[in-house]
């Protein structure tokens, strides 16, 4: 039989005489008969090894399951599959196996009491495919605070949204933690907030590469001028699934640091967003107080730390920015809420809801002087070729992204254009008597900073009682429509999902039904990098 087999292999054996090939096929007949084979044609199955046997625990998360794996190899990857029957539907991302023994896979991404189906899936190094025994896992209750939360998702007739899942950050009273919710609207997890300070929430809650998540602890909103915060509650964070924490640091330690290195600038509270870059530092966002003529006025701080939490790099407002000008107030000068990177040239923007503006900083990764490379917005630096100015400029906005492969000399930028005190073409302000109320939009602007011309590329223009009075974000998604958190209208929050085609056409929406605020929602391809879920 080896000589069969090896023989079909090569393709050496050579035709010769008929008394030698019969002389073979005399003597393999026998070992076929012996060994049950009908067909000389197919080879001997190979000995399967083992089943793979797997066992399912409760971890702390009542939402997250603990799958363990005793057989698997060195050099092998694994992954689960689950679901609520034996179909699953769902995986975990890959986690490579160093050394031959127990594997350990955490599963997320379940609704509250529901039992659920899953299984092992084994690559070995060589490209073979093992898949382990079913088990099943029920899971336990959402905590009271989040089981009171209502929310109504809808998807529209005809439509099929981008694939994923939804992460929300609210923005007033209870619950301050952020949950992840299928496409239906179900919490299939949430952040367990041990430490909970009503006056110190998660601010913009978002997913690291690694599959950990980032959040700043601040007030809901910036420091008020009058009053003192805890520095020690005020944090940045990274946490993993489970929720336990991996690093973080607190206003306290950072001002600390920032002493020792000889910056002088003392830090009110972090809040709204913290930027990751891909060399592992981190941006931060703070604030600080200066008293200028008398009044204590609010500015923002941007803080450059290594991936040991030391600071490298400051950029302060009130050293870059005009005082003088405040077209939202004196005291809360800038009220700042992302700063987004630019990969291309290494520079950063900064959304500075209170000037209207979105500011690209030069920042050089590290290296620059934070002098403002250009101001985008009414009064700033660049010319409307379309549209109305000063009417059609975004006021109060939020979230600025890059939706374009560059980010620098010609490229494409979204953002959330709240609205607030929108100029008309008479210098009217929107809601004042007379005036035309205020609208909220969703516009996509390609800038030519070299020309300094910005053309609205696309915008979606809603009506003004889906006005978002502020919070909120707004994405391109990977099948190319338009996703956007009217997180401040007055009823409570709407996310909406529309196509990016002229029409703007509804797709699908969550909206609160017991007037939450979604301060941020983010679209998720799942619950673990590189894997995409499609809701079942």
């Not at 900083?361 to 070729?385: A, I």
């Not at 109060?396 to 992204?401: G, L, R, S, V």
């Amino acid at each position: 039989m080896q000589l069969e087999n090896r023989t079909r292999r090569d393709g050496r054996m050579q035709m010769g005489s008929k008394r030698l090939i019969g002389g073979l096929v005399a003597a393999i007949i026998p070992l076929l008969m012996l060994a049950g084979c009908g067909d000389s044609e197919e080879p001997l199955a190979a000995v399967p090894e083992s089943p793979v046997t797997v066992s399912v625990e409760q971890t702390v998360h009542p939402l997250i399951a603990r799958l363990k794996v005793p057989s698997a190899k060195a050099s092998s990857t694994v992954e689960a599959e689950f679901g609520p029957t034996t179909s699953y539907g769902f995986s975990t991302s890959k986690t490579s196996v160093t050394a031959a023994g127990l594997a350990s896979l955490l599963i997320a991404g379940m609704r509250a009491n529901a039992t659920y189906h899953m299984r092992a899936k084994i690559t070995d190094a060589n490209g073979s495919v093992r898949v382990s025994d079913d088990v099943t896992f029920t899971t336990g209750s959402l905590p009271e605070n989040l089981a009171a939360v209502r929310l109504k998702a809808e998807t529209a007739a005809g439509q099929k949204p981008s694939p994923g899942v939804e992460l929300i950050s609210t923005a007033n009273a209870s619950p301050y933690q952020p949950y992840v919710v299928d496409l239906q609207g179900n919490i299939i997890w949430y952040y367990p907030w041990s430490d909970h300070e009503q006056s110190f929430t998660p601010n913009g809650i978002e997913q690291l590469a690694n599959g950990n998540f980032i959040s700043s602890f601040g007030p809901s909103s910036t420091l008020p001028i009058s009053g003192k915060p805890d520095p020690t509650k005020s944090l940045i964070r990274e946490f993993n699934l489970l929720g336990e924490t991996v690093k973080q640091l607190s206003i306290a330690d950072l001002n600390t640091k920032l002493a020792a290195v000889g910056f002088n600038v003392q830090l009110g509270v972090f809040h709204h967003h913290v930027e990751v870059l891909p060399n592992g530092h981190w941006l931060l966002l703070a604030n600080t107080v200066k008293v200028v003529d008398g009044l204590s006025v609010l500015g923002d701080v941007v803080i450059d730390v290594d991936a040991d939490l030391k600071p490298t790099w400051v950029w302060n407002s009130f050293d870059h920015l005009d005082v003088a000008r405040h077209p939202m107030g004196a005291q809360d000068w800038t009220h700042a809420n992302a700063v987004t990177y630019s990969p291309t040239d290494g520079n950063f923007l900064i959304s500075i809801r209170h000037q209207h503006w979105v500011v690209k900083v030069n920042y050089r990764n590290g290296q620059g002087d934070g002098s403002s490379v250009w101001r985008l917005g009414p009064g700033g630096d660049f010319k409307l070729t379309n549209g109305k100015e000063p009417t059609d400029w975004q006021y109060a906005q939020h979230y600025p992204e890059f939706v374009s492969q560059s980010s620098a000399g010609v490229f494409d930028l979204s953002l959330m254009d709240n609205g607030n005190e929108r100029v008309n073409a008479n210098g009217g302000i929107c809601g004042n008597i007379g005036v035309p109320p205020c609208y909220t939009t969703m516009p996509i602007f390609r800038v030519d900073e070299q020309a300094k011309l910005v053309t609205i590329r696309s915008r979606v223009t809603l009506p003004p009682e889906l006005y978002s009075r502020f919070g909120g974000n707004a994405e391109v998604l990977d099948n190319g429509n338009f996703e956007f958190d009217l997180c401040g209208v007055d009823s409570g929050a709407v996310v909406q999902e529309r196509t990016s085609d002229d029409k703007h056409e509804l797709v699908w929406s969550l909206t609160s039904l017991n007037g939450a605020f979604f301060y941020r929602a983010f679209r998720m391809k799942s619950l673990y990098p590189g894997v995409t879920w499609v809701t079942l």
